[in-house]
């Protein structure tokens, strides 16, 4: 029997069945979750001190460098050691960042450049837990129940970004200060490194000795592969267009309690609110045939995107706001599966980590390179221009790609 005729016949929660696989995903959303109410409080406690739109796009810039600079040796490492280590010394590192945030705030008003460094170690640790984490996936479930390994994973990321954002806004609105936000995203961090601990699986890593040359092959590998695969190059780089122009998530305190005065709560809200519609749209698609024309659904979520995101720059009103972000989130949820599943099935297994980082870097690039943009246009246009002319460049980049990569037009899924 084929895979994909084994895929159409798996039950819509078949992912769960395989105990490591569970452990995965709960740790996962435990961090997700936890990231998301970091970037709520964080951004509020940056721009509460600066009440400078630059500033919140140095938040981005800091996570971002990393994830540049590591990417190739973070891929290399992903497809050579075991995934399951990597990603637990990750989490551990970005544990002790927490409880740096933690002393860092209980001193007071200090240079900024500490809170930066602390996030540039950070940053570190996620570029190496991203591709471990993505690749380790297929490790965790027999193959006929990849999809909807991919497909629920994508759900508990978006549960993540809805309960996270919303969680962090509470409770920066219930004690009025980060530091209990802080606090509670380091015990939800040491939850998700227990939760890493007890998964049994190991990662085959490549056998033999590495010299200089080999290494230098392989850590250009991932490029080189994404390079002649038009079809992977296309997505990624359609997705890290599309978001660094569109995204206006650095922008959202500004929003919150300047544009829509809705204060940390409604800040909360705002994070929240993509994810809802992510949510509901990811649980749809497991529960739906797979898609006939996946490489033109995606050109018209992206396009879509780009509508919605010269809306919520337009609105004034807290409802219209949240209802342009819940459905920017369900059709980007859609290119997210689109693209999860073509990247990890059209890789080989043994390129699966250095192909993940290269798309890692991509996706790094169109959110936290995606902030420092839009703080930086906002300190230049101001915020509401800079989020229009945000979304008509994603119009523009969907028009663009969908001449220069015609793979994507024609592609119809796995």
């Not at 993505?134 to 994973?153: K, M, R, Y």
């Not at 839009?374 to 979304?391: D, H, M, R, Y």
Request: charged letters at 10%.
């Amino acid at each position: 029997m084929s895979l994909e005729k084994m895929t159409s016949n798996v039950h819509p929660r078949s992912a769960f069945q395989h105990r490591d696989f569970r452990f995965y995903v709960s740790a996962r959303f435990l961090a997700l979750c936890a990231h998301q109410m970091l970037a709520v409080a964080l951004g509020q406690y940056v721009y509460k001190l600066t009440h400078n739109p630059l500033h919140l796009g140095y938040i981005g810039l800091a996570l971002f460098f990393p994830k540049f600079g590591f990417t190739l040796i973070a891929g290399h490492t992903a497809d050579h050691f075991d995934r399951r280590l990597i990603i637990l010394i990750c989490r551990i590192v970005q544990w002790m960042c927490m409880m740096g945030l933690i002393v860092f705030s209980l001193t007071g008003f200090q240079p900024f450049w500490i809170l930066y460094a602390l996030l540039l170690l950070m940053g570190t640790a996620n570029a190496f837990d991203g591709p471990a984490s993505q690749s380790i996936v297929p490790d965790l479930v027999p193959p006929e129940h990849f999809h909807n390994a991919v497909t629920w994973g994508s759900s508990i990321m978006q549960a993540a970004f809805i309960a996270g954002p919303a969680l962090g806004g509470w409770l920066y609105a219930l004690f009025g200060k980060a530091i209990f936000v802080f606090v509670a995203v380091a015990f939800i961090r040491f939850a998700s490194i227990v939760l890493i601990a007890k998964i049994k699986t190991r990662s085959l890593s490549s056998q033999g000795e590495i010299t200089a040359h080999l290494l230098s092959k392989s850590l250009f590998a991932g490029l080189h592969y994404v390079w002649k695969t038009k079809i992977i190059l296309g997505t990624i780089s359609l997705d890290l267009f599309a978001v660094l122009l569109g995204g206006a998530v650095a922008l959202m305190p500004i929003f919150a309690n300047d544009i829509l005065h809705v204060g940390p709560a409604g800040l909360g809200m705002l994070r929240a609110a993509p994810s809802v519609g992510a949510a509901v749209m990811a649980i749809s698609i497991a529960y739906l045939p797979p898609m006939k024309r996946s490489g033109l659904v995606l050109l018209w979520c992206v396009g879509i995107f780009g509508v919605m995101t010269i809306i919520f720059g337009l609105s004034k009103n807290i409802m219209i706001s949240l209802v342009a972000l819940i459905l920017m989130g369900g059709v980007d949820m859609v290119s997210v599966v689109i693209r999860g599943v073509l990247v990890q099935t059209q890789t080989p297994p043994a390129m699966r980590g250095r192909v993940s980082a290269v798309n890692l870097v991509f996706i790094g690039a169109s959110n936290e390179l995606g902030e420092f943009e839009s703080g930086l246009t906002a300190a230049w246009f101001g915020v509401i221009p800079s989020v229009i002319l945000g979304g008509l460049g994603t119009l523009a980049v969907v028009g663009l790609w969908a001449w220069k990569f015609p793979e994507i037009r024609t592609y119809k899924g796995t």
